[in-house]
Every structure is written in C-alpha cells, then in structure tokens.
C-alpha cells in the first residue's frame, strides 16, 4: 500500500509540475505559420500569434520560403550561419536605423495574463546578422504590458524612438547594458520577472536607454524634429548605443559596391515566459 500511494503522490506532483512549465508564449518558437512569407508586418501576419506594434515591418523567416523571388535577400542567413536556434523559423529585427530613428518590433498575447506577485522565468534567443547588418547593439529586451498599443500615439510614426518611446519604456527582461552582442552563436537573453498582475501581452526589440548622452539627444529632437536634429539623434545612438560590425567592413573592402544596412539587425527566437514555483 505504500508503494501505491508513493506512486500516486509522485504521479500527481509529476502533473502539477509539467503544468506549472507551461510556456505561456503561444508560438513561441514562430514555427507555426498562416501562409509562407518573408513578411511579418501590420498588413501581413503570416506568423501566428505574432504581429507589429508600430510602423516598423519585422522579417519572418522561414525555411519555407525557399523558392520566393524575394528570398535572396536572407539566403545566406537561413541556410548558412544564421540557420533557426531550433526548429526552422525565426524573425528578424531592425533594432533601430540611425538615418531616421525608426524601429522593429514584435509583439503578442500571452496564453493567460500574469499574477500578481509571481515569479516568472523569461527567455528568448538573440544573434546577430553579420552578414546583414552593420552595426551591433546591446539594448534588446523583453517588455511587458497590460495593454497592446504600448506607444501611444505614435503607433505609425516613422520615428518610433524619437516620438514613441519614453522612459516609462523600459524592458523588465534584457541584456547586460553596455555587452554588445556580436557573437556569431545564438546568445540567451533570460531574467526573473515578478509580475505586477495582468500583465498580457509582450513585445521584443529595443527599449529605452537612459545613457545621458542619448536622453539629451532624444529630448531635443522630440521637441524639434527637424532633419538637422534626428541626424543628430542617429549620430549619438550611432556614438553610444551601437557598435560597428566589424565583419562588414572587411565585406566591403572586398565588395566596395555593397550599400551597408545602416542599423543592428538580430535574429529572434524560442520565446518562453514560465510560472515559477516557489
């Protein structure tokens, strides 16, 4: 009889806590798709469960899309060192173009809203597109929120960081300030999140900066957004919030034609909020 109700004890611990190990991303992996695109964007949401939250327009990147006249552009990253961290979609992000201060991100419902007061492991998988990109950033992050239109009204700008983000904007799940990943390896980005309660809804890419050089610049190209001042803008998050990828520098000195990609772009993936048990 023991052995018996040992069996049982162990059986329904066994349950309540593959239960508690539920991702509450739904697709989090972005393997799951409605059609085959290389768009993920406000008209078109191939991916399930995932769409854009302001003017930019994300990359969904799936092996699917093979044999579309478009998919030269990202050959090189699906088939050679930027292949999925798992499975065979991913999403790219234009973190921020220093030219006009415009941003990607993306954004979706969690399964269930969050409890207040409890604990939840964050994660997601980052890397850089070298072969794509030619600058590398460090400000990539996790945000969470009760509502869906996080920016306000400035939901179509084309000056996201300019107009749309505050300092209220800041990801509660990021990577270390200052560690630029540049890493040609799948990087984790991972934290411990304590909900506030209702919270339903996450979106990835960059946030808010504090540096004081950059909150100087914002200010005054928020209050005047002329050209001379969101250049200026681009300089200084050029100067201080990214790095140059060095990677493309030698690309061009062999290939002197190629226009470089004047902003970070990362490749996301596996996408996982769950219950901690205390």
């Known amino acids: 009889m023991k052995q018996v109700f040992l069996i049982i004890i162990l059986f329904f611990s066994t349950i309540v806590y593959l239960s508690a190990q539920e991702n509450l991303v739904y697709n989090g992996s972005f393997e799951e798709h409605w059609y085959c695109s ?14 854009s939250p302001n003017f930019g327009t994300p990359d969904y990147l799936h092996l699917c899309i093979k044999d579309s006249s478009i998919f030269f552009l990202f050959n090189d990253s699906i088939y050679n ?29 969690l399964k269930e809203p969050l409890k207040a007061g409890q604990k939840y492991k964050v994660s997601f998988w980052v890397r850089l597109d070298y072969q794509y990109s030619d600058y590398a950033a460090y400000n990539i992050g996790l945000y969470f929120s009760k509502n869906k239109n996080i920016f ?11 107009e749309g983000m505050t300092p209220e904007l800041q ?70 919030l990214l790095k140059k990828n060095k990677y493309m520098e ?16 990362y ?12």
Request: glycine fraction near 8%.
């Open 38 to 51: 290389p768009y993920l964007s406000q008209d078109s949401t191939p991916c399930k469960g995932w769409w």
């Open 81 to 109: 060192i930027c292949s999925p961290h798992t499975g065979r979609a991913q999403v790219g992000l234009c973190l921020i173009s220093i030219e006009t201060a415009g941003m990607e991100h993306i954004q979706s419902q």
């Open 152 to 162: 306000g009204d400035y939901l179509l700008s084309k000056h996201n960081y300019i």
């Open 171 to 240: 990801a509660q799940v990021s990577n270390e300030k200052g560690k630029f990943i540049t890493d040609t390896t799948w990087t984790e980005i991972s934290g411990i999140y304590t909900a506030q309660g209702g919270e339903k809804y996450i979106t990835i890419g960059m946030f808010w900066d504090d540096n004081p050089k950059v909150v100087k610049a914002w200010e005054k190209a928020r209050k005047n957004q002329s050209w001379g001042n969101i250049k200026r803008f681009g300089k200084t998050v050029k100067k201080y």
């Open 250 to 265: 030698k690309k061009y000195e062999k290939s002197p034609s190629k226009i470089g990609q004047h902003f970070p772009y």
């Open 267 to 278: 490749l996301i993936d596996d996408v996982s909020v769950v219950e901690l048990n205390e």
